[in-house]
């Protein structure tokens, strides 16, 4: 049981360059989602989905695309790279109604390790 | 709207001092909150959810509605606590909101 993957770890992207980070989980999990992390400004929400063919915007979607073709997999799509861009990228994943079911730490959400990535 | 607000980005203690963290939270309904952990480079590690009141590592949070408050405390800081802490909030349309986060620094 791997958990939540991500792929890769860092990259170093030119301006106007695309890319594809990706995320898998082996959990069965509904939920999964992309967070970006910048210094004072914690993470934000980048997009999110509830369900394989679903997806949904998050706070800060601007430059990014997604798509949720299976339950296991959610891609986030740079096709542009700009500066602004650099940041530490974790996906995340859970079940749809954690919170509904009984306590407990496996009934949670699960972050990935994160890809660091600069756009020069 | 939603928020999650951490008014303290840097927080330093010694150790053996006690610890609050704090995060306060709007939101319409019954939250579903919960305190992350993340250690240098690594990925964000579950502290503590209010729901099932567990906690790892000594630290504790209560929801306090009345004041929208869910404070990180432990009584007794350690060197190893020293981390960057999140409150997250998660609604039921499947976002989890963080705060901005607040880096505790534990001094010898």
């Known amino acids: 049981n791997a958990g939540v993957t991500q792929t890769p770890k860092f990259q170093v992207l030119k301006t106007g360059q695309s890319m594809t980070l990706q995320c898998a989980q082996d959990m069965n999990h509904e939920y999964m989602s992309w967070y970006r992390q910048d210094p004072g400004m914690g993470l934000r929400l980048i997009h999110y989905?509830?369900?394989?063919?679903?997806?949904d915007q998050g706070e800060v979607p601007n430059g990014y695309n997604v798509s949720r073709s299976t339950t296991e997999d959610f891609p986030l799509r740079l096709l542009s790279a700009a500066p602004s861009q650099t940041s530490v990228y974790f996906c995340?994943?859970?079940?749809?109604?954690?919170?509904?079911?009984?306590?407990?730490?496996?009934?949670?959400?699960?972050f990935g390790e994160g890809s660091w990535l600069t756009v020069v | 709207a939603q928020r999650v607000t951490q008014p303290e980005k840097l927080l330093s203690v010694f150790k053996g001092a006690p610890v609050e963290l704090k995060c306060n939270y709007s939101?319409?309904?019954?939250?579903?909150l919960f305190w992350y952990v993340q250690y240098s480079r690594q990925r964000l590690q579950l502290l503590l959810r209010h729901i099932s009141r567990e906690s790892i590592k000594g630290f504790t949070a209560d929801l306090n509605k009345g004041e929208t408050s869910f404070h990180l405390k432990k009584p007794f800081a350690q060197e190893e606590d020293s981390a960057m802490y999140y409150c997250?909030?998660?609604?039921?349309?499947?976002?989890?909101?963080f705060g901005q986060g607040t880096e505790l620094s534990v001094k010898p």
């Open positions: 995340a994943s859970s079940r749809r109604k954690f919170s509904m079911g009984p306590g407990g730490f496996g009934n949670t959400i699960y």
């Open positions: 997250a909030l998660y609604n039921q349309g499947g976002k989890l909101i």
């Open positions: 989905s509830v369900g394989a063919g679903i997806t």
């Open positions: 939101y319409s309904g019954s939250p579903e």
